[in-house]
């Protein structure tokens, strides 16, 4: 689905009807052509898989009882423009799957909390645009919105310098701005795809899954603290160190730890500034980011390979963190550092396959990294295995790996109007 793309407007009630009825009449006049058409407003689809989503479509929401509306055309074409009033029709879903059709579903709502449930319970994360005159009401709602973009009284504006990040299952990757140009600048190892060989028992791990649950809950709270408070958290951290650093050295040599505190002092003062507001073409921008959530980080037996600019990184930027850790040298250095945060905001755990499948299933998870390739993520589908990805020796690409930017777009100069 390209970012323009609309399958759903969600109207307020008491406007619902006067809406719909226009809805229809834009509908009636709306003329279909080939793509060689110039006096065309739109063409028919190339893609048969369209029509036959349309047609399933319709026939789903007559099936339970949906008003269908659809503009008759002349030609043989299977291709018809078509409204689904008053529903979704996969409202018995908890998140609908997102499939290309010719159809607009038209769905009211009387409370904002509502209408932003309505736009979020969607697989779709590229872009809502907002109609209202309350700008306040606007605010609160773009807050709310779970997508990369919010329009406001505009719709599928894109610009090269605000990055582009695909919410959800809109896609992969980071587009736009200087963090887009990193992403192609930078070269990771190439995921190795089977065939392997995988132990025929699987264990679910409680442990990791409770962790990611505690996780998720945590991130929420961490997220609020200030930088500064953050940042006394990792002060604590050095002076834990410090105080312990004859014990610690026993275990891992010195120049490694002198390297762990000096990252540590390091990437408090190196977090890379995105967002702020940009005037395009008579719209203000305003970037800012959130954390991605919950992500696991591998430290395995080479404690060489332990990327702590990425555990830095994530911590830092809100996230929650659980690492799975093979190196019995860290064990007791590592949860000591974690005691120092909230509960749940950074968990030490055992590395094993069945950790690392338990993490693969499981849908709360928001980001795995390793700095090879991962037999179980090797093994799945692209859209599964989208939220693997490789550590980084860098710290801007670090800070990139585990945000998501949400962009707003208001209106300061051109005069956009809904002409219905």
């Known amino acids: 689905m390209n970012p323009w793309s609309i399958d759903t407007v969600i109207i307020q009630e008491n406007v619902f009807n006067k809406v719909e009825v226009k809805l229809r009449r834009k509908l009636e006049i709306l003329k279909i052509g080939y793509g060689n058409d110039r006096n065309a407003d739109i063409s028919y689809p190339t893609n048969s898989k369209i029509s036959k989503n349309l047609t399933k479509q319709v026939n789903k929401a007559k099936s339970l009882g949906i008003t269908v509306y659809q503009k008759e055309i002349s030609t043989n074409s299977d291709f018809t423009p078509t409204l689904i009033i008053g529903s979704k029709v996969s409202t018995n879903n908890v998140i609908e799957t997102l499939e290309n059709s010719s159809a607009v579903t038209l769905v009211p709502f009387r409370f904002i909390d509502e209408a932003v449930n309505l736009a979020n319970n969607s ?7 907002v109609w209202c005159e309350n700008i306040g009401l606007v605010n609160e709602v773009a807050r709310k919105l779970n997508v990369n973009n919010v329009w406001i009284n505009s719709h599928g504006l894109l610009s090269p310098e605000v990055p582009l990040i695909p919410f ?21 190892p190439p995921i190795q795809r089977g065939p392997f060989e995988l132990p025929d028992t699987y264990k679910n791990v409680e442990v990791v899954k409770n962790a990611i649950n505690l996780g998720k809950r945590a991130s929420s709270i961490w997220n609020k603290m200030t930088f500064l408070e953050k940042s006394l958290v990792f002060l604590q951290i050095e002076k834990l160190i410090d105080e312990n650093k004859s014990k610690i050295i026993s275990k891992v040599p010195d120049a490694w730890l002198v390297n762990l505190l000096q990252t540590i002092e390091g990437g408090v003062s190196v977090i890379p500034g995105i967002g702020g507001t940009l005037s395009i073409n008579g719209f203000n921008v305003t970037s800012s980011k959130e954390p991605k959530g919950v992500l696991v980080i591998e430290t395995r037996t080479d404690i060489d390979t332990h990327c702590w600019k990425l555990i830095i990184a994530a911590l830092l930027e809100g996230n929650s963190v659980i690492l799975l850790n093979e190196s019995a040298a860290t064990v007791s250095l590592y949860q000591d550092i974690s005691k120092q945060f909230p509960a749940g905001v950074l968990s030490v755990l055992p590395y094993s396959l069945d950790a690392v499948k338990t993490c693969s299933l499981h849908k709360e998870l928001d980001g795995y990294f390793s700095n090879e390739s991962n037999i179980i993520f090797s093994l799945l589908p692209l859209s599964e295995s989208k939220i693997f990805g490789f550590t980084s020796d860098d710290w801007e690409d670090n800070f990139r790996k585990v945000i998501l930017v949400k962009n707003v777009w208001s209106n300061i100069g051109l005069s956009f109007q809904c002409n219905l």
Do not use: H, M, T, W
């Open 123 to 129: 697989r779709q994360g590229l872009g809502v645009s």
């Open 168 to 188: 959800k299952d809109s896609g992969l990757g980071f587009f736009g701005s200087k963090f887009g140009i990193a992403e192609y600048a930078r070269i990771s």
